[in-house]
């Protein structure tokens, strides 16, 4: 199969629900992760990375930072004149009201640009899961089974999202059965909501649930179909994470102070790409403190950091302690004051001599722009 053939779908805003604190401004695709890049940097590099050059995002709400991260797609190289990038905007005579209620009406409102679109296959994918994965293996993995679809996933602990696929295969990777909303406290296979079909099949299975009144894509097209279609899973074994939750968004990110973490996440032959913005390198004033963190360009330490991650920009005063922290960008922490197991959104200020404390199981959230 031809990476040239296949067409990139990214929901950017599917599951804004699981993590309400970050995405009441923001889409899931653009909330920050890392230290520099956005979740839906991990999706798109995914594509370019395997030879795809034709993506649609497709948005619903709150997508104006999205935009500006994205702009013409060039840090992804797909502002092209032919092919490239393609935003999905939610208007469309799918849904009156112009929001669409779930992915089947969001994929079917879209079958306009899918007949456009030449290419023979499909894959799309949501923005809540991180992980680096060579989308070749997978495409090939789909071309060599003869499977109508093919679905990335990760045996381990199933992430707390309702309509979460768990499946059971045979030795040939076959679905043989799928089931939702499991609660187990044992390692199942789950999906990673990575799918790959061919277009003609996903515009066929698109009209039959508009037609039927069906709403749910995993229920009602994936769920109902494992015995009459041949859907076949690819197991990802390397660093793949779910986000569903700002717990889970706050484990997520501090799994990356671990070196073999992100040698896993960021691997050099698959680059994870982000927009660029230039900026000063990090100044670590005299008698500061930096252990076992991540501090993009920009930030300005003079007092202490340990195990946290610091965004483009951050200042942490003199005398001031940031401890198991995210600081997003923009922000100021002020002279003696003390943070530790803290979300800081982005351009939140800390005023002199304030104590802000959360908990490695509860961590505290100060939403954008606010100031203590």
């Avoid at 179909?225 to 779910?242: C, P, Q």
């Amino acid at each position: 199969m031809r990476s040239n053939n296949v067409l990139g779908i990214v929901f950017s805003y599917d599951y804004d629900y699981v993590l309400p604190e970050l995405t009441n401004l923001r889409t899931m695709g653009s909330v920050p992760f890392g230290g520099r890049y956005r979740l839906i940097d991990f999706a798109l590099s995914n594509f370019v990375n395997c030879g795809i050059s034709k993506v649609g995002v497709i948005t619903k709400s709150n997508y104006q930072s999205l935009m500006d991260h994205i702009g013409t797609g060039k840090p992804w190289d797909l502002s092209r004149k032919r092919e490239g990038m393609y935003l999905l905007p939610p208007f469309s005579n799918a849904s009156a009201a112009g929001m669409y209620a779930h992915r089947i009406q969001a994929l079917y409102g879209r079958l306009g640009f899918l007949n456009r679109s030449n290419e023979e296959y499909v894959v799309f994918c949501d923005c809540n899961v991180v992980c680096n994965i060579d989308f070749r293996e997978l495409l090939s993995a789909h071309d060599k089974s003869g499977a109508d679809i093919t679905i990335a996933y990760r045996k381990g602990m199933a992430p707390k999202i309702d309509d979460t696929l768990v499946f059971d295969l045979n030795a040939e990777n076959r679905i043989l059965k799928a089931a939702l909303k499991v609660n187990s406290q044992d390692a199942v296979n789950y999906s990673l909501n990575i799918y790959v079909m061919r277009k003609s099949l996903l515009e066929r299975l698109l009209t039959e649930a508009v037609g039927m009144n069906n709403t749910d894509f995993e229920r009602d097209i994936i769920q109902k179909n494992t015995s009459l279609l041949k859907i076949y899973g690819y197991r990802v074994d390397g660093f793949a994470r779910t986000i569903d939750s700002l717990m889970s968004y706050f484990n997520i990110n501090m799994e990356l102070l671990k070196r073999e973490n992100r040698a896993a996440l960021f691997d050099p032959e698959r680059p994870v790409y982000t927009k660029v913005r230039d900026d000063m390198p990090a100044i670590h004033g005299l008698g500061s403190k930096v252990k076992n963190s991540l501090i993009a360009d920009g930030c300005i330490i003079n007092g202490e950091v340990e195990n946290s991650i610091l965004f483009r920009g951050v200042r942490i005063a003199k005398n001031a302690k940031v401890k198991n922290s995210i600081v997003m960008q923009g922000s100021f922490v002020s002279e003696s004051a003390s943070i530790e197991s803290v979300i800081m959104d982005k351009s939140v200020v800390i005023t002199p001599n304030k104590m802000l404390c959360g908990t490695n199981n509860y961590p505290v959230y100060v939403g954008k722009s606010i100031v203590i």
